[in-house]
């Protein structure tokens, strides 16, 4: 069947945290399930579309995965940022390849969208795939103290060499809970 890559309609808001919470219980239990819902049911909730891009990917009527990007802000820098997060692919489509297509397509929406920095914290094997690298709090300040610092993690969009902006940053409110970070 056929995949389409596109940017969610808010009609679809309930399918995509159903696929977060589903994908996450599959792969690391139900409480991390419960705890993306919480997440992707918050950010739906309480940002605006300039807040929040999701794009989606679809196989005829169904969501297949989704990725959830949102606004990362500097106090030492008016640089135009975007933190990646979550992204799942539902299980029985997983390491087909879909996830790397995904956030290639949300790259480039971005990038014709402005922005210039795309940030992540997560599992540096998987996100070195698709662009990533490692970066320090001094380079990119975060918006929490990290427990995991090795998986703060940054690409420019433009392929250019990822900036030191220093000073600090913030997030939407729904990221800003330190369990996450
Ligand atoms: C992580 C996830 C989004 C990856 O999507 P996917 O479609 O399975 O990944 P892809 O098939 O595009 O894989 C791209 C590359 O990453 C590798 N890869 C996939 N999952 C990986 C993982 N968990 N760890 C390390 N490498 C991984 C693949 O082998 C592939 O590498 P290759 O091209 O060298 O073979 C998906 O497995 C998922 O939804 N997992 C559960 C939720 C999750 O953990 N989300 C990420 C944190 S927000």
């Known amino acids: 069947m056929t995949i389409l890559f596109k940017a969610y309609q808010p009609q679809q808001t309930q ?16 409480d991390a399930g419960e705890a993306i819902n919480a997440l992707v049911t918050k950010q739906f909730a309480q940002c605006s579309n300039e807040q929040l891009q999701c794009y989606i990917a679809t196989a005829g009527d169904t969501i ?10 500097f106090t030492a820098s008016g640089i135009k940022a975007k933190l990646l997060s979550p992204v799942a692919v539902s299980s029985s489509y997983q390491r087909q390849g879909l996830g790397r297509q995904l956030i290639e397509f949300a790259k480039n929406e971005l990038k014709q969208q402005g922005i210039e920095l795309l940030v992540t914290y997560g599992d540096p094997n998987y996100y070195g795939k698709v662009g990533f690298q490692a ?4 380079q990119i300040p975060a918006p929490q103290p ?17 900036p030191t902006i220093g000073g600090q940053s913030t997030c939407i409110e729904p990221l800003m809970d330190a369990s996450y970070w």
């Open 64 to 73: 297949i995965a989704a990725i959830n990007l949102s606004s990362l802000m």
């Open 15 to 30: 399918e995509i945290i159903s696929l977060f919470t589903d994908t996450f219980s599959n792969s690391e239990g139900k």
């Open 146 to 162: 990290l427990s995991m610092p090795f998986g703060w993690i940054a690409q420019t969009l433009d392929g250019s060499q990822i």
């Open 135 to 138: 970066v320090t709090t001094e």
